[in-house]
Nanobody, 114 residues
Framework: QVHLVESGGGLVQAGGSLRLSCAAS????????IGWYRQAPGKQREWVIS???????NYADSVKGRFTISRDYAANTVYLQMISLKPEDTGVYYC????????WGQGTQVTVSS
């Protein structure tokens, strides 16, 4: 069983920054890719950004130039650095790790005030 725990969410003003963490219960090297998703109130969950095992990063157009993803292998943790936050970035942010099966964390709330 794989466990993912997100943290780092909070309330921030528009233009501010946050760094989210996704800590895995096993080596992140064993995942084919790890990504971040978000779900705004009343909307479907959407993909935001992901990184493959070999380091290929893909972004949703809405976050290009503002969000970056990185990994700390020693800590089995993936980070989402978010800058220039907008109110439309508000939502619950989830980490997903894939290795044949998909594993999800419980989510962390990000609220961007205008």
């Amino acid at each position: 069983q794989v466990h993912l725990v997100e943290s780092g969410g909070g309330l921030v003003q528009a233009g501010g920054s946050l760094r989210l963490s996704c800590a895995a219960s096993r080596s992140i090297l064993r995942f084919n890719d790890i990504g971040w998703y978000r779900q705004a109130p009343g909307k479907q969950r959407e993909w935001v950004i992901s990184i493959s095992r070999v380091g290929e990063v893909n972004y949703a157009d809405s976050v290009k130039g503002r969000f970056t993803i990185s990994r700390d292998y020693a800590a089995n943790t993936v980070y989402l650095q978010m800058i220039s936050l907008k109110p439309e970035d508000t939502g619950v942010y989830y980490c997903k790790a894939s290795s044949g099966d998909d594993y999800w964390g419980q989510g962390t709330q990000v609220t961007v005030s205008s």
